[in-house]
């Protein structure tokens, strides 16, 4: 039987289940006497106190197995523990409803809860299982009741769970757990999170996989896909160890790629970047090693908000990522809503052609009290990191020197209100419309940096609309029309006397095809998603910059997307995998 969740850890595994069952606390509604409101607040509080001990302790315990980013989730449970609201509320209902305390922690949290799982940000919607999880402490503590001791796992399993809380998650031992599959949760989950730094695969948001499921049968799932089989017969369970050994190999191969160069077999260096959307996304990049941000896409800001972003809102943002990756350079894009990103708040147009119409820079160019407040965010943080500004489907000289100039001009005011701003920020612009591939050489005189942006530029290049399933067969990155534009772009900075840093931020970035390609043509830096870091740099490391330098003349030659890619393949066979 299959069936499919949320991919939420990569891996494959495949073992036997161990079904974990939730303890079913019976919460009595009996009402207390006057006389026993002090005795039951006293429990309260005593439960409380020992609950704080217990995260005082997991803190020290999850600090040293994940790091200090993974115990801030129960520093988290511990303020929420601290705040008066919570427990004002528990003894409110103590003393003035008579409720029993277990009751009254109960109806408290699955109030919190509900507040929580209401909201519309999933990243706030998913600490809602924060709250249950303090409960669930509060109440075991009140009852007596032991924690699933699942630190005391000592065979191998896949654990099968309505959810596990970030406590249960926290004491998973990946030597013995080697994957999980909940019914809830999503990819942003702290569980998820956990078990990416765990390198546990998991599954969540399976719905009813605890139902479906029998305890210490055979079941096996892909956290890439989110693909779960379950009730596997023994040829089956071949077939999965198979893929998973592949797995396993490919990961202990891969992790011994971290903390080296990408640097090809004859020397030549590269940089390899993530691409983020918010500063959750900086932990997986700084596991993956990335050296820097390649790409931060502020556009998320502004859509998980129902208004625009205050000065200060972003400000905290972009201060945080830049101070995260302190040692490397941060590339933030400006605004880049419109085409496919819409801002429920902000009424724009209809257009016939939203992907060729106002959007980006051209927006911000012509509603520059939007821009002007995150520019100025932007500059305030540049003193706590490496700042690089970059904008987004610049098209004209025009555009890129007026945003350049709006830049000096608000850093001008700010110096002048007294606060700081950096004075090495670099900026430069995305290559993402073929006018401004043809054109780099001219643009190389007044930007500091390219970044090209394929996922638009193909699109534009081969006319096809990148949201439509109906011309997705001419969404083509090896085109060789798309390779002239990115050699061309990439030949221009370097043809200028500057000779800029070119890199690529699109998701050809990291796709194994067009990397040989890339260096052979003399990319400076790749920037993708985190989890394909590693990859890349295997694969680099394993290539010859002046053999690409060849493949990329022959690829040139070739009529078609399908003639480079079969080339390419050929030429690096193995070394692909
Ligand atoms: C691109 O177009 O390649 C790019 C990175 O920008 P986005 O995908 O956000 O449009
Ligand atoms: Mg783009």
């Known amino acids: ?33 006057e006389k026993d409101i002090a005795s039951e607040i006293k429990r309260f509080d005593k439960a409380i106190l020992e609950t704080k001990n217990d995260l005082n302790e997991l803190i020290v315990k999850t600090q040293k197995k994940l790091g200090s980013e993974h115990a801030e989730i129960f520093e988290a449970h511990l303020s929420i523990l601290k705040d008066p609201e919570l427990s004002n509320q528990i003894k409110d209902l103590i003393t003035n409803e008579k409720f029993n305390v277990v009751k009254a922690v109960d109806v408290t949290c699955n109030n919190f809860y509900q507040l929580f799982s209401a909201l519309e940000d999933e990243y706030l919607r998913e600490r809602a299982a924060d709250i249950l999880d303090i409960k669930t402490k509060i109440i075991n503590q009140l009852l007596g009741i032991k924690d699933n001791a699942l ?25 013995f757990v080697k994957g999980f599959l909940c019914n809830i949760g999503g990819r942003t989950s702290h569980s998820a999170i956990m078990a990416r730094s765990l390198g546990i695969p998991a599954v969540v948001g399976l719905k009813d996989i605890t139902t479906k499921v029998k305890d210490k049968t055979n079941i096996a799932l892909n956290g890439n896909s989110g693909e779960v089989e379950f009730d596997l017969a023994d040829e089956k369970v071949t077939v999965w160890k198979e893929q998973e050994k592949k797995w396993i190999n490919l990961k202990t191969e891969l ?24 500063v959750r996304d900086l932990d997986s990049a700084l596991e993956n090693d990335a ?31 830049l101070k995260t990756m302190s040692k490397f350079k941060v590339v933030i894009r400006t605004l880049d809503i419109g085409g496919d990103k819409k801002l429920t708040y902000w009424d724009l147009p209809h257009e016939m052609n939203p992907f060729l119409g106002y959007r980006a820079i051209r927006l911000c160019l012509d509603q520059k009290d939007v821009f002007k407040t995150q520019i100025r965010a932007l500059l305030q943080a540049s003193t706590s990191g490496n700042l690089a500004i970059m904008f987004p489907m610049v098209a004209t000289v025009e555009e890129f020197k007026e945003a350049k100039d709006f830049v000096l001009k608000c850093k001008a005011e700010l110096i002048k209100e007294g606060k700081k701003v950096s004075d090495n920020i670099l900026i430069g612009m995305m290559i993402e419309v073929p006018a401004s591939a043809v054109n780099a050489e001219i643009f190389a005189k007044y930007a500091d940096f390219f970044s090209i942006g394929t996922n638009d530029l193909i699109q534009y290049t081969l006319a096809a609309d990148r949201m439509s399933e109906k011309v997705s067969y001419l969404y083509q990155p090896y085109h060789p029309a798309v390779l002239r534009l990115i050699k061309m ?75 480079v890619k079969a080339l390419v393949t050929k030429k690096l066979g193995n070394l692909l995998d």
Do not use: W
């Open 1 to 33: 039987m299959k069936i499919n969740g949320i991919g939420a850890s990569n891996g494959i595994a495949v073992g036997k289940v161990l079904l974990l069952k939730e303890a079913k606390i019976k919460i009595s509604d009996n009402k207390i006497a």
């Open 151 to 175: 630190s005391d796992i000592k065979q191998e399993v896949v654990i099968v769970a309505n959810d596990l809380t970030p406590s249960q998650t926290s004491q998973l031992d990946p030597k």
């Open 255 to 278: 992790l011994s790629f971290k903390g080296k160069k990408t640097i090809t077999k004859d020397g030549y260096e590269f940089k390899l970047e993530a691409n983020v959307g918010s």
């Open 291 to 321: 050296h820097g941000i390649g790409l931060f896409r502020t556009e998320f800001l502004y859509m998980e908000n129902d208004n625009f972003p205050t000065e200060t809102e972003q400000f905290t943002e972009y201060k945080t990522v």
């Open 489 to 563: 772009t990439i030949d221009g900075a370097k043809a200028h006397a500057k000779k800029i840093p070119v890199g690529m931020c699109g998701e050809m970035a990291g796709d194994k095809i067009a990397i040989p390609l890339l260096v052979g043509m003399g990319l400076d830096e790749f920037s993708m998603s985190a989890s394909d870091i590693l990859a890349a740099r295997k694969l680099i490391n394993s290539l010859n910059k002046k053999d690409m330098e060849l493949l990329v003349a022959e690829a040139l030659k070739c009529d078609s997307h399908d003639e």
